[in-house]
């Protein structure tokens, strides 16, 4: 099983937090086929719209993409919009455990898997008590 969290990021003097798994950046051990990962997100954690983000990766809500996959990041680390391209990941509830699988790039109708860098393999499974508590603490409103 593995062990999500938030960890404190900069990016060009802005700082932000964004996922880690098993205590690793995300940004840092997933790969896009351009070769480097995103570590932007477009909203900040204290606006409304993170709410939403939120809700779709706790599967309270349908993402606006056309595939209805969760958000994980943009792929612009200067604009952080999503016509630039987004990385997107499949979430799923099974019993005690949420899964992420099958991450992958969306720009533009194309889709293109993501890798995994070094040694952390998916699917991705954690535990779905730790999980609903971690987002819902970043829950506003």
């Not at 630039?84 to 019993?95: F, L, R």
Request: aromatic letters at 12%; proline letters at 4%.
């Amino acid at each position: 099983m593995n062990k999500l969290s938030f960890i404190q990021t900069s990016y060009k003097g802005s700082s932000f937090d964004e996922f880690a798994i098993d205590g690793r950046p995300l940004s840092t051990i997933i790969e896009t086929q351009d070769g480097y990962c995103p570590i932007s997100r477009k909203q900040s954690w204290a606006d409304s719209d993170s709410n939403d983000y939120l809700k779709c990766l706790m599967l309270k809500m349908k993402s606006s993409l056309s595939s209805g996959r969760p958000i994980l990041y943009y792929l612009c680390k200067h604009c952080g919009d999503i016509n630039c391209g987004i990385i997107s990941v499949k979430v799923e509830e099974i019993d005690d455990f949420i899964i992420w699988k099958d991450f992958q790039v969306e720009h533009n109708a194309e889709i293109t898997p993501v890798k995994f860098l070094k040694t952390l393999r998916g699917p991705l499974r954690f535990s779905k008590k730790e999980y609903f508590e971690l987002l819902n603490s970043r829950m506003h409103g």
